[in-house]
């Protein structure tokens, strides 16, 4: 399961990650550690944020509940299971309404202003 770490300060590194989910998952295996940026395009600020897959999904489970309301680097940070969006795949809409749509939606719904970069 990949779990995100949204919000973190832009001085975090992966190593920092690590060290902050260690603790919550013990013997679960750490996959993978990386850092995602969101550029908005109109303020070019950036918001950081950190993607963690972590084997077995209950570890996952299991450390999002234990770093739930945490600090990394002295700021608080919301911890839940990544979910990828796609415009194909929106819940609120019906497939006859989706057909519609076609191409019409080119960015994410919530913030259509936004860029994303693995970093």
């Known amino acids: 399961m990949i779990i995100i770490l949204a919000n973190i300060p832009d001085n975090t590194g992966n190593q920092d ?3 902050f989910i260690r603790p919550a998952v013990k013997d ?9 940026a969101q550029k ?54 019906n497939e006859d309404q989706l057909k519609a749509l076609s191409v019409s939606r080119q960015g994410d719904r919530r913030c259509r202003h936004m860029e994303i970069y693995r970093l």
């Open 28 to 36: 679960a295996f750490i996959a993978n550690v990386s850092i995602m």
């Open 17 to 19: 990650i690590e060290d």
């Open 40 to 93: 908005d395009a109109q303020t070019h600020d950036l918001q950081f944020h950190g993607l963690i897959t972590i084997i077995p999904d209950s570890a996952a489970k299991e450390a999002i509940k234990k770093l739930k309301g945490n600090k990394i680097n002295g700021r608080l940070v919301d911890i839940h299971e990544y979910q990828a969006r796609y415009m194909q795949n929106d819940p609120r809409i």
